[in-house]
Nanobody
Framework: QVTLVESGGGLVQAGGSLRLSCAAS????????MGWFHRAPGKEREIVAAISASGRSTYYANSVKGRFTISRDNAKNTVYLQMNNLKPEDTALYYC????????????????????WGQGTQVTVSS
């Protein structure tokens, strides 16, 4: 069983930055693809970014390319999401998730491809 706990959310002005962290416990996630998803009010949960177990491969939603960076520290069992140049449309509840895959595949771009989820951290971007 894996427990994921997100932190680092908050209120920020447009153009600002935040760094989200996702700490895993229960067992190592060094062999798991890890992903960040968000869910805006009235919308479904969507992929933001994903990273392979090794950290060598990453995936980004088009809306965040060039602004967000996903990374991981397997020694700390932690995944990060650096968010720069934030926009009001980035406002959402951000979730960390772990998949049973070690490499990025189509399934790791959808919520259904993930087995473990955190409770989420709120990010609010004011204009």
């Amino acid at each position: 069983q894996v427990t994921l706990v997100e932190s680092g959310g908050g209120l920020v002005q447009a153009g600002g930055s935040l760094r989200l962290s996702c700490a895993a416990s229960g067992r190592t996630v060094s062999s798991n693809v890890m992903g960040w998803f968000h869910r805006a009010p009235g919308k479904e949960r969507e992929i933001v970014a994903a990273i392979s177990a090794s950290g060598r491969s990453t995936y980004y939603a088009n809306s965040v390319k060039g602004r967000f960076t996903i990374s991981r520290d397997n020694a700390k069992n932690t995944v990060y999401l650096q968010m720069n140049n934030l926009k009001p449309e980035d406002t959402a509840l951000y979730y960390c998730a772990a998949a049973s895959y070690t490499t990025l595949v189509v399934s790791t771009t959808t919520p259904g491809g993930y087995d473990y989820w955190g409770q989420g951290t709120q990010v609010t971007v004011s204009s």
